[in-house]
């Protein structure tokens, strides 16, 4: 993916790619599949219709509750309040989607086929969707994070320990550590760039995105010892392996290659704080 890209002022913009589509086939991918199963089975009594018109209907139905998920899901995720129960925040996420689903679904069947029976129907089609939603977002999560697996009860784990066991962060880790994966929530945060309404939160050990402002993150890295260099990165001084200098301007070079652009806002203050040799 390419960094942003810096302005004549030194500050970068905002990518022009919004981030909810940063993988956005998989979700698709999956729900056509599931609307072409739904199509042959004539699902919720559809089969007395046309095989393509039940087709049309069925692939206009799961890719909207593909583009909820889209949007629903990362929104959730970065709320972080479910991070540790990932079967309530798989839940909290297939009944928010299940909503607007319904009525869209309401919708569909009045356009295709001209039939809706009133409330009592309403409510049977959100009991169904929410059933639907809840078994594609247990599918999501399950192709999303395979790199979790989960023992069977009373089984052993097949895997060292931790990776299945959801252990807390320890107490020096900054309260933003919490809000990342299992896997990353111990490594040592070297960087936070922000894009768009999100934050790409760089470790030792690989990044992830989430939905956090900048602002709101530098005070949960705790007195983490780093400074604010650009209105959209954070470094830690530790992850500083060389600074560049062109033209006037400074770059700073960390341990893993990332190059994290100096504006001239912030060029004083690390200049006195003795960042810039």
């Not at 700073?252 to 190059?259: A, H, K, M």
């Amino acid at each position: 993916m390419a960094g942003p890209v810096a302005d004549q002022t030194g500050e970068t913009k905002a990518p022009l790619t919004s981030v909810l589509w940063r993988q956005p086939w998989r979700g698709f991918v999956i729900s056509t599949i599931a609307a072409g199963f739904l199509t042959i089975i004539g699902a919720l009594g559809t089969g007395q219709a046309p095989f393509l018109l039940r087709l049309a209907y069925w692939l206009l139905v799961m890719n909207v509750g593909a583009l909820l998920g889209a949007f629903v899901s990362p929104v959730i995720q970065g709320w972080g309040r479910l991070r540790q129960r990932r079967l309530g925040e798989a839940a909290l996420i297939s009944l928010v989607i299940a909503v607007p689903l319904t009525i869209v679904l309401i919708g569909a069947n009045t356009v295709f086929f001209g039939n809706f029976g009133g409330w009592a129907e309403g409510g049977v089609i959100f009991l169904l969707v929410w059933l639907v939603s809840a078994l594609m977002t247990a599918l999501n999560y399950a192709t999303t994070h395979p790199e979790v697996p989960v023992a069977a009860p009373g089984a052993e784990a097949a895997v060292p320990a931790p990776l299945v066991r959801q252990e807390p962060v320890p107490p020096q880790s900054p309260r933003l550590s919490a809000r990342l994966p299992l896997r990353l929530q111990h490594a040592a945060i070297h960087a936070l760039e922000a894009e768009d309404h999100y934050l790409r939160v760089h470790t030792d050990t690989g990044s992830e995105l989430i939905l956090l402002r900048l602002s709101d993150a530098i005070p949960e890295l705790d007195g983490l010892d780093g400074t604010q260099c650009h209105r959209s990165w954070w470094v830690a001084r530790r992850a500083v392996a060389d600074v560049i200098k062109r033209g006037g301007r400074a770059t700073l070079r960390l341990d893993s290659g990332i190059e994290v652009p100096v504006s001239r806002t912030y060029l004083p203050a690390l200049r006195a704080d003795g960042w810039l040799r």
